[in-house]
């Protein structure tokens, strides 16, 4: 089950993974959560690779491990040509800073 350290930590991409649940991702804090958020963009696949639909969306290819967390697929299963529907950025970095902020 998930539990909180005592350290504090900043607002980052690579603090979440500590919400991570080893070796169950799926009972972690962070899939619940992530699973909420809405799909409010969309975007044309130009490649399956999520490390540049994440360079493509999000500006950054840090958000790649969250992106394939939320639409649990594999790369081989995303064509390209099709629409990914995906959540906005700044509701990613409102979900990490809520992370972040229990006590």
Known sequence: MFRKSTEIYQ???SDIFRYIDSPDIYNSLLYRRLQKLDPTESYILKTNRYD???SDIYGDNIYAGLLQLYLGKLESELKV???LHYPKLTDIKSLIQGLNELK
């Open 81 to 83: 040509g099709s629409v």
């Open 52 to 54: 540049l639909i994440s």
């Open 11 to 13: 607002n980052k991409i």
